[in-house]
């Protein structure tokens, strides 16, 4: 038996946009994604957007029992700030503060601990309109949210996450064309970079100041990039690979300053974003109390093989090729490679490189399309990923027995939901939903879930 410690919490993480749904008179406000997909439909899949997802909002009392029955002692979700400040600033929809504070209440009564995330990719479209991230104002406005959220919130929250995935609306919404708004625009992107962070680091002072005991952390997509070998420009690669992807946001959040190298990098193309020196106190002097990690896959980098396009737009990867090692263990229904060892190289990163910080891996997961065809008596056999997890848990106990501070395991996610760009394509929930009837039935998986929190671990 694989035992965990005995404080060692057990559940999954969702977020608002990709769970709630809206409903007619929620008085939520557009987001970014509610606009996009108005504007362009074809670039979700199955033209499927963000209006519907999994209906959380109307049936969270069945999905909080829901939570119980899959051995549940943590919750991740996030608020939808545009449900809040329909504007993103200014009036508060009181009908979204009532919810939130009915949903949180509600988890708590069922001793389950609730973690909630203050922003999920999804800015509030009014101030998108005014140049989202680049605009320096949108620092001030979250901040004044994450001010209300703390003071009306805080009695129920055990742990607050000042962000998802920083990285990813930097490289989908500004380095590549993936996320709205489209940009390929290195100086944006390094703009928007710099004034997420700053409004995390801002989120970190406001949570203590109104009160010292609150815990707030960032949530981060972290692995090491692994070299395609030895050969000094692959390990040149990695090491730059790793700056852009996993310590733009880890050294500022839990050391307090930037990488130099990272710096030096973006000197050289030109590409610093405007900053006050007094900033820079503020990132130093608000570090996070604990990590959030997400891991899905490794990356794996080599030397680029060409010189970049004087003329193309600035990429990171100018310094890197993605690698595809061969023979690598895969995931055939999503195409994601499956390396669990990865686990436990992050958290040997975090013990030595990162003061051994408090940290839960707060993602992790197995995506899988076309999942009806594991149906059986009534509902989805998912041994795969059953396998999954203990693959990535084994990993991760070998971790804590050397020392790790890992505190916790969240699986992405407790009920199947809409995902930005694949829509439903791939499951990922411990509990399937049926899209046209809303009903929820929980995988073998689900019920596996529930014995592992029961017993603090598993037979491997
Ligand atoms: C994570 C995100 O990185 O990946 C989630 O935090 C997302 O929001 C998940 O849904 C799965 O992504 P996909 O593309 O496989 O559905």
Redesign the pocket.
Known sequence: MLTFPKDFVWGSST?GP?SEGRVAGDGKGENLWDYWYSLEPDRFHGQIGPETTSTFYLNYEKDIDLLLETGHTIFRTSIQWSRLFPKGVGEVNQTALAFYRKVFSLIKDKGIELMVNLY?FDLPFELQKIEGWENRAIVDAYQAYARFCFENFGDLVDRWITF??PIVPVECGYLYDYHYPNKLDAKAAAQVAYHTQLASSLAVKECHAVNSAYKIGIVL?LTPAYPRSQHPADLKAARIAELFQAKSFLDPSVKGEYPQELVAILKEHDLLPTYRPEDLDVIRQHKVDFLGI?YYQPLRVAAPRYLPHPDAPFQPDFYYDHYVMPGRKINPH?GWEIYEKGIYDIAQSIKEDYGNIEWLLT?NGM?VEGEEKFRENGFIQDDYRIDFIKGHLKELHRAIEEGSNCKGYLL?TFIDCW??L?AYK?R?GLIELNLETQERIIKKSGHWFKELSQNGGFEP
Do not use: I, L, T, V
């Open positions: 977020s990709q999920h998802n995935e997509n997400n999503r993602e995506g992405w995902s930005w694949n791939n990922y």
